[in-house]
């Protein structure tokens, strides 16, 4: 069964870092592209990352250059380290599979429970 | 970036009633729309992808559908459980856009 499971949110002060984890089980990394989405209070789903199967990876406007998504294969660990952090950054972070193993965007099929963040002093 | 202009943001049903929600892409994006549900504290759950076709394990009284770049949710008849957020995303372009959700209460 395919799980995916967030941790290492928390409290942090404005300009301070934070590394999420994303821990995967059931599928691997080679085969499925992974999203970092968020969802700040009161607002809609917003796209923050993304990483191909093939290790490409894109970046939201509000991410680039502060944010970098990496993975550990074998550890089945995904990850979005998150530097220079600022007020709107708080928000519930979740992971997300892609549906299929192509290279393009795709729709998400498996999520994580979320992790949530809080950036302030 | 595709903006995908969700409405209502909000709705008041009764068990038993059809919910239908929209999505309008600010572009041409084909069929490649998704729906989700989400609750707080859980992991959003993908109903629909390719505009029409439901998730495996998705019961059947969700169904979407696709008018040029306008795009439908429905729920034919809601149940106790349905009451959640759901929001469109597409995925035509990168970046990936989603609706701003609606909230399903309870009337």
């Known amino acids: 069964e395919v799980h995916l499971v967030e941790s290492g949110g928390g409290l942090v002060q404005p300009g301070g870092s934070l590394r999420l984890s994303c821990a995967i089980s059931g599928f691997s990394f080679d085969d499925y592209g992974m999203s970092w989405v968020r969802q700040a209070p009161a607002k809609g789903l917003e796209w923050v990352s993304s990483?191909?199967?093939?290790?490409?990876?894109d970046y939201a406007d509000s991410a680039e250059g502060r944010f970098t998504i990496s993975r550990d294969k074998s550890k089945s660990t995904l990850y979005l380290q998150m530097n220079s952090l600022r007020g709107d950054d708080t928000a519930v972070y979740y992971c997300a599979k892609d549906r299929l193993g192509v290279p393009g965007p795709d729709a998400l099929d498996v999520w994580g429970p979320g992790t949530a963040v809080t950036v302030s002093s | 970036d595709i903006q995908m202009t969700q409405s209502p943001s909000s709705l008041s049903a009764s068990v038993g009633d059809r919910v239908t929600i929209s999505c309008q892409a600010s572009q041409d994006i084909g069929h490649y729309v998704s729906w989700y549900q989400h609750k707080p504290g859980k992991a959003p759950r993908l109903l629909i992808y390719?505009?029409?076709r439901l998730e495996e394990g998705v019961p059947s009284r969700f169904s979407g559908s696709r008018s040029g770049t306008d795009f439908t949710f429905s729920i034919s008849s809601l149940q106790p459980e349905d009451f959640a957020t759901y929001s469109c995303q597409q995925y035509d372009k990168r970046p990936l856009t989603f609706g701003g959700g609606t909230k399903v209460e309870i009337k």
């Open positions: 990483m191909t199967s093939g290790g490409s990876t």
């Open positions: 390719d505009a029409s």
